[in-house]
């Protein structure tokens, strides 16, 4: 992370708990499901990493300034260009980015780093195509880094660091599928059921 935009110096974070979403235990809300199967929504995988940074690192009214600095673009650049960081980008009836998600791929695990929503639900509805992608390609661990209200709702839960190491341990393993693997065209209904399901 860095303190702000114009911080050029990176710093990390281990903190004592750490945020997941366990994948055999996700919630989707009704309303948020109804939204999916409406095809408001166009998702897209990968495709433009450059908008979905912006839109992260894009000021809002609660957050004026961003801890996403031209070194950790950079970078994330750099990780998108080999394949390790993905993008799910959301947009509407006009084709325009209004939300998406960023995040990093090692072994089975998804390191989610930042979202960002400029239409109602749009970041919401990223998140839950990311968990079905993450499912269907057999990854075991979805690391939020902190658990917020937002997060909550979708069955976010706060970890003490040597049970998140423990987890991060089981990762170590090969995918059943790439992260690209998932069709985009898998109908609503497919995909709520997807995310819904246990094993």
């Not at 114009?6 to 945020?19: A, M, N, Q, S």
């Amino acid at each position: 992370m860095a303190e702000n935009a114009e911080d050029d110096e990176l710093f990390w974070i281990e903190p004592k708990h750490r945020g997941i979403i366990p994948l055999n235990d996700v919630h989707v809300p009704k309303r948020l499901a109804r939204t999916i199967r409406s095809g408001r929504f166009t998702i897209r995988i990968d495709e433009d990493f450059e908008g979905v940074i912006n839109g992260c690192s894009a000021p809002r009214p609660d957050r004026p300034s961003t801890w996403i600095n031209n070194r950790i673009r950079q970078l994330y650049s750099e990780l998108f260009e080999m394949g390790h960081c993905h993008t799910v980008e959301v947009y509407n009836k006009q084709d325009e980015l209004v939300g998406g998600l960023y995040g990093v791929e090692l072994n089975a695990a998804f390191f989610g780093e930042s979202m960002f929503s400029f239409e109602k639900d749009a970041s919401k509805v990223a998140l839950i195509y990311l968990i079905a992608r993450l499912k269907y390609a057999g990854f075991k661990l979805l690391d939020t880094q902190f658990v917020t209200d937002h997060l909550e709702k979708f069955g976010a839960i706060e970890v003490n660091r040597e049970e998140f190491q423990r987890r991060l341990e089981r990762t170590r393993v090969r995918l059943r599928r790439k992260f690209s693997s998932m069709d985009l065209d898998l109908p609503a209904t497919g995909l709520l059921q997807l995310v819904n399901q246990t094993s």
